[in-house]
């Protein structure tokens, strides 16, 4: 029980700060905050990504070609061009390293407007941080788990961002419905997007980029949403008026 609830913890602890930060926040700026917010998100971000802490510039510059590109062969991660859910995250991860080594410029429209802290940018992309944390997995599940093939989800733990990526790269613009007319694949694969805390509306998402809400339908629950409301109102963060 110790297990499942450290696995359940971290899964939707780490989608939250990826999808709150990273994704809402660095990529398209759907809120305001202070610096000392800022750095705090960053601190949270970092520790409950943990071993697949994902920097936030090169994040942000993927993701803003993604949305420019979607489902086109300038698509960093568009499913239709690979012939498994394998070949796109490799070759998601060369561009995300490339992205974060500055070894790929991208175009001048992409670059910008996202958080930086060099020193934390730094360790949580180090192959020490990135040890540490999966060794601290690792001495958990040693104290912890009760059976031996509990230890066959550590290595969801060591790959957690990339793992929540893939699943929504690949399934948010191949199964499900469309709202929208986007001219790309995207997709709403509803019911599974609760697992997913919104990230599965693909289709909302890229109809509304910059809207903080990506459920559009009375069914469509976007459980991050209702935080960043909750965040707003205590004047944490401010939202973005999209019109």
């Known amino acids: 029980m110790i297990i499942f609830s450290f696995f359940i913890a971290h899964w939707f602890l780490s989608l939250f700060f990826q999808t709150f930060f990273q994704h809402r926040y660095a990529s398209h700026r759907m809120f305001t905050t202070s610096k000392t917010w800022e750095r705090v998100f960053y601190l949270m971000a970092y520790f409950f990504e943990g071993a697949s802490f994902l920097n936030p510039r090169a994040y942000a510059t993927m993701h803003r070609e993604h949305h420019a ?5 300038k698509d960093p991660h ?3 061009f690979f012939t498994d859910i394998f070949q796109m995250v490799k070759a998601t991860v060369h561009t995300f390293k490339d992205h974060l080594k500055r070894t790929r410029e991208p175009d001048a429209c992409f670059n910008g407007y996202y958080p930086e802290w ?4 730094r ?12 060794l601290a997995y690792t001495c958990f599940y040693i104290i912890f788990a009760t059976h031996w093939w509990l230890f066959l989800l550590l290595p969801i733990h ?5 793992i929540h990526g893939a699943i929504v790269n690949w399934c948010g613009h191949k199964y499900g419905y ?3 007319n986007n001219n790309d ?3 709403n694969t509803t019911p599974f997007d609760f697992l997913m805390l919104g990230e599965l509306f693909q289709n909302n998402h890229h109809r509304h980029p910059n809207s903080a809400n990506f459920g559009k339908r009375w069914f469509e629950i976007d459980p991050v949403y209702p935080v960043m409301k909750v965040m707003h ?11």
């Open 123 to 134: 360790m949580g992309s180090s192959l020490l941080s990135r040890i540490i944390f999966a």
């Open 118 to 121: 060099p020193l934390i940018d």
């Open 78 to 80: 568009s499913p239709h």
């Open 178 to 180: 469309t709202n929208f």
């Open 185 to 187: 694949k995207s997709k």
């Open 158 to 162: 060591y790959l957690m961002g990339p």
């Open 69 to 73: 590109y979607s489902d086109t062969e």
């Open 233 to 243: 109102w205590l004047k944490i963060i401010k939202l973005r008026k999209v019109y």
